[in-house]
């Protein structure tokens, strides 16, 4: 499997993670096993990377603390009213395979990693705001993440709409390591380059509804705007990415 299916499977995750805290406070929310499937079409900023249309399957747990999204991992430390605070851990699918694009031909892979860290959520009427930060366990990049972010929900007719936005920080240590190119990996047509620390912009629009099948169906439709530490990369020939996604869960 890819790597562009593992970060295709991360953006699922993450999405289905998110459609549930603002439901998490009403004594409604089931609990137990869910499953479900979805399909996300995504770009990339890696130079002739193709974008890809991907169906996926999903599996996830949800209890009193413990949530489980595919390979996502949460449990919730305290509740405050409004406030929580859980601890993560969370897969970074990011990188590449040599034959994902010509532009890798001869530069070494670039594997995923997992992560450790904190979330910290709050919920006021019809907003959310969370921020995260993690850092590698696996020693892949050796660096860290931080992710802010604001979203709120209108409620029409049955219908979620969920416009967000976010911010996410990236340290030199993880963006030299996905987007850098080594001294001995440089050629006539690529250069070296020593990636610096980055922070990019995310604005999202989701769309969701219990309705159909008796389960949760979201789309969500997104962009990410990309610091000029990525996007002038020698292995980069864009700063901004899209992407959509259809899901649907559904407890057993």
Do not use: C
């Amino acid at each position: 499997m890819t790597k562009l299916v593992h970060r295709l499977l991360s953006s699922v995750s993450l999405t289905i993670a998110f459609s549930f805290p603002a439901l998490a406070q009403a004594p409604q929310q089931p609990q137990g096993w869910m499953y479900g499937f979805g399909i996300n079409a995504a770009q990339d900023v890696y130079t002739d990377f193709d974008n890809r249309i991907i169906p996926i399957p999903i599996i996830g747990y949800v209890g009193e603390r413990l949530r489980i999204y595919g390979p996502f991992v949460s449990y919730q430390l305290l509740q405050e009213r409004q406030l929580t605070i859980e601890a993560q851990l969370v897969p970074v699918f990011a990188g590449y395979e040599q034959d994902d694009s010509p532009v890798f031909e001869g530069m070494e892979d670039r594997d995923f990693s997992y992560a450790a860290g904190l979330g910290v959520n709050y919920n006021v009427d019809s907003w959310a705001f969370s921020v995260s930060g993690n850092a590698d366990i696996l020693g892949k990049f050796d660096g860290f993440q931080m992710t802010a972010s604001a979203g709120k929900t209108f409620i029409i007719q049955g219908f979620m709409i969920e416009p967000a936005i976010g911010v996410t920080y990236q340290d030199s240590n993880y963006v030299d390591y996905y987007y850098g190119v080594r001294t001995e990996e440089a050629t006539l047509s690529r250069a070296a380059y020593q990636g610096d620390s980055a922070i990019n912009t995310e604005v999202s629009l989701a769309v969701s509804t219990r309705r159909f099948l008796g389960g949760m169906t979201r789309f969500e439709i997104g962009a990410t705007f990309f610091d000029d530490s990525i996007s002038g990369s020698p292995i980069t020939d864009d700063d901004m990415a899209m992407n959509a996604m259809l899901i649907y869960t559904r407890f057993f």
